[in-house]
């Protein structure tokens, strides 16, 4: 082979191996970072008090320090007001108040509510903050009531800083800083490949200040006045956002000097793989491994969450030293990159070629490098707006469709029953309860307990309160494998009524989940694992590979690589990680078709869009199938809108399918089967038509084309010699 074949080959193999590599790495390092962190959260160290003296706190507290796992960080505390003020600062996660021990001066809770037993008696006190996490106070709540219980003591939950009725999962803060981690990165990122002169630090760090400044204002506006999630504090709120957009964004562009093209890998997993679960925000800090607690207090994600949440429910108070994190970022990026920058200069000064290579950004300081005669560029601010463009719309569609759809997570209709003995106990505690209640849920009288569980198996049904008989317990029936936020919202709205009318309860889980999937979110974090393979691969074949998107070349490639990412997906979340038990070849199955149904999805657009075609496949895949999913949030806890995308999306049909393996046997898993399959089928379809229709175009210029018809007429000779 002639050394001058030999390099397109060895160009193409590099090209091909970049198109496979990339996404490959993607896929492994969120779902392997996500996965690992968050399958199976425990508690571990959390800081939580007990409020009281005498005998009973100090067996109250031996109680939590001898807890297999030491998942408790227990500390005695004398005053009931101390304990509020280190839950206001963040310094306790919840505190056990012990009869006798309320404070008198302060009858009431944040909400207004009386201090029903501030002189003792059988009731204890449960504080909490559920503006420091939603997912904190519930864990705070499984561990202290327990405690309450062995001394005989009921439980009175109260609130010093409760989260506000518009976000009551606190999502507002999380996709405010998600945001601004988008915002930052990606902007960048587009930058380095459209525009790398823009990379240059004099251009970069007021065109960066200035988008830093918009998108603060974009996401604000969003969160705030659009959906509602956020209220009041704007000033605070748009200067941290500034402050972490600006961090980000030089981070990024240091990376981008180290890494090239590829820096988006360790800026995304900074940013986001690693950021969110060690942001605090999504489930607490101290159900996290011990890695991500380091992270914790160093990461720019972390740091803009505590900020803003600091900033929007407690005052302010404790803001500081997180934005001090995002300044230490903003100018370590600043002076590392100016300093790369530095050596690059000097190592071109000290070359004699001649080339005018720009030092900071490698490009032809004239522009494209070889271009003799390149066309007019447009004015610089219409290309800052066309690079603009792509990172403005991804980070509008995720803060807008993913808070819209889980910010304020109520039940709306969901579907429960009430069994009695009699069809006329059963219609009338429906009715009663559906008066209480409102549309809040979708109360079906029942006689039968064996019929509520069949309904409750089919995920028909959310769950049910069986009427107990004279002396016994009542039952309240649900499947955490159907979701943990369905289950939760079940347990609790019965439990409140049966502790209201005097009466005893026993939970049952017809399908509970396994220690190895604690919150039930493992079906959820497979299937972004399969959808991102399908069209990140697809995408960076539009850009770096276009002739792969024929459908003959495309078919075989799209299998072959489905099947492998099914492969390392289920192996990684499985075998490696533990967070996936058995059903092996059910999950290889749905995870290929999903593959392949993404891709072919993607391709469709591909044709059309290029690169671009990540938009409107990313928000059809993943902004509104992830709260359409019911994996996250319950489906019936989102607004109607994404409830009627369930049964017509991609991802929570996988979801689903999924669930129906590992939980329940796979019964139901057929409708769902059968919309990847509508998917796929038409994404197929349309690929060969749209495959067929540019051949006969090419065709059809071709032939009216003389120039094209003497390029194709073989010179004299050629057969020839080519036999030769």
């Known amino acids: ?109 944040n909400s207004g509510n009386p201090d029903s037993d501030g002189n003792g008696g059988t009731t204890a006190q449960l504080w909490t903050a559920q503006a420091a996490g939603a997912s904190q106070t519930m864990t705070v709540s499984q561990l202290l009531t327990p405690v309450a219980a062995a001394s005989h003591l009921t439980v009175e939950a109260h609130d010093v800083a409760p989260l506000p009725q518009d976000d009551q999962s606190g999502m507002g803060v999380l996709y405010l800083s998600v945001g601004a981690m988008l915002a930052g990165y990606m902007a960048v990122t587009v930058a380095s490949s459209g525009m790398p002169r823009l990379l240059r630090l004099k251009k970069l760090v007021p065109v960066l200040a200035g988008w830093s400044a918009l998108m603060s204002v974009v996401i604000w506006t969003l969160a705030g006045p659009v959906i509602g999630a956020v209220s009041g504090h704007a000033p605070e709120v748009l200067g941290t956002a500034f402050l972490g957009i600006f961090a980000v964004g030089l981070t990024q562009a240091f ?105 900071a950004t490698g490009e032809d300081a004239a522009g494209t490098p070889g271009a003799p005669a390149a066309r007019k560029a447009p ?72 019929e509520a569980k069949r309904q409750i198996r089919d995920r028909g049904m959310a769950g049910a309160y069986v009427l107990p008989a004279p002396g016994e317990k009542a039952q309240i029936l649900s499947a955490g494998g159907a979701g943990m936020s369905q289950q939760q919202v079940v347990q609790r709205t019965f439990g409140q009524i049966a502790a209201q009318q005097g009466v005893r309860t026993e939970n049952v889980d017809l399908a509970p989940l396994p220690a190895h999937d604690g919150m039930g979110t493992v079906t959820l974090y497979l299937a972004i694992g399969f959808t991102m393979s399908g069209f990140i691969v697809v995408t960076i074949m ?51 078709l999903m593959v392949f149904t993404v891709s072919l999805v993607t391709a469709v657009f591909a044709r059309f869009l290029g690169p671009l075609a990540v938009i409107p496949v990313v928000t059809l895949m993943m902004f509104l199938g992830v709260p359409a999913s019911n994996g996250g949030v319950a489906l019936h806890m989102v607004p109607g809108f994404f409830q009627a995308l369930h049964g017509v999306l991609p991802l929570p049909a996988v979801v689903e399918a999924i669930r129906s393996v590992l939980y329940f046997g796979a019964d139901g898993i057929g409708g769902h089967l059968g919309t990847l399959a509508l998917w796929g089928g038409a994404a197929l379809v349309l690929n060969v038509a749209l495959d067929l229709f540019q051949h006969r175009r090419d065709r059809d210029k071709d032939l009216t084309d003389p120039a094209a018809l003497v390029a194709a007429e073989p010179a004299p000779g050629a057969n020839a010699e080519a036999l030769r």
């Open 1 to 109: 082979m002639s050394e001058a074949g030999a390099t397109p080959r060895a160009a193409n193999a590099a090209r091909y191996g970049f198109v496979f590599a990339f996404p490959f790495v993607m896929v492994m390092l969120l779902v392997g970072i996500y996965v690992s962190a968050m399958h199976a959260p425990q508690p571990h160290d959390l800081p939580v008090a007990v409020v009281g003296s005498g005998a009973q706190a100090e067996r109250s507290l031996a109680a939590l320090d001898a807890a297999d796992g030491s998942p408790a960080d227990a500390r005695l505390l004398r005053s009931i007001d101390e304990a509020k003020r280190q839950l206001h600062d963040r310094e306790i996660a919840g505190a056990l108040v012990l009869p006798n021990n309320s404070d008198s001066s302060d009858s009431s809770d």
């Open 255 to 359: 990376l981008t000097r180290l890494f090239g093209p590829i820096a988006v890998i360790p800026g995304i997993t900074l940013f986001m793989f690693l950021g969110v679960p060690a942001s605090n925000l999504a489930l607490s800090i101290h159900t996290m491994p011990g890695f991500f607690g380091f992270l914790h207090h160093v990461l720019p994600l972390p740091a803009v969450g505590e900020a803003l949440r600091a900033i929007v429910y407690f005052d302010g108070d404790g803001a500081g030293v997180h934005l001090l994190t995002l300044g230490i970022w903003a100018l370590a990026a600043l002076l590392l990159t100016a300093g790369v920058d530095l050596l690059k200069r000097r190592k071109a000064e000290g070359r004699t070629d001649g080339t005018g290579t720009d030092a």
């Open 379 to 450: 004015h610089p601010a219409v290309q800052y707006v066309m690079l603009g463009a792509f990172p403005f719309l991804m980070v509008v569609l995720m803060v807008g469709l993913m808070l819209s759809g889980m910010h304020k997570p109520l039940p709306r209709d969901l579907p429960v029953a009430v069994v009695a003995d009699s069809a006329q106990a059963a219609e009338q505690t429906a009715q009663g309860l559906e008066k209480s209640l409102g549309s809040s849920f979708d109360i079906r009288p029942l006689t039968s307990a064996d």
């Open 542 to 592: 539009s850009a770096a590979a276009r002739e792969l998107l024929r459908v003959r070349r495309l078919l075989p490639v799209l299998a072959g690589w489905a099947v492998l990412m099914a492969t390392a997906v289920w192996l990684l979340a499985g075998p490696v990680i533990g967070a996936v038990h058995g059903h092996a070849w059910q999950i290889l199955g749905l995870g290929a």
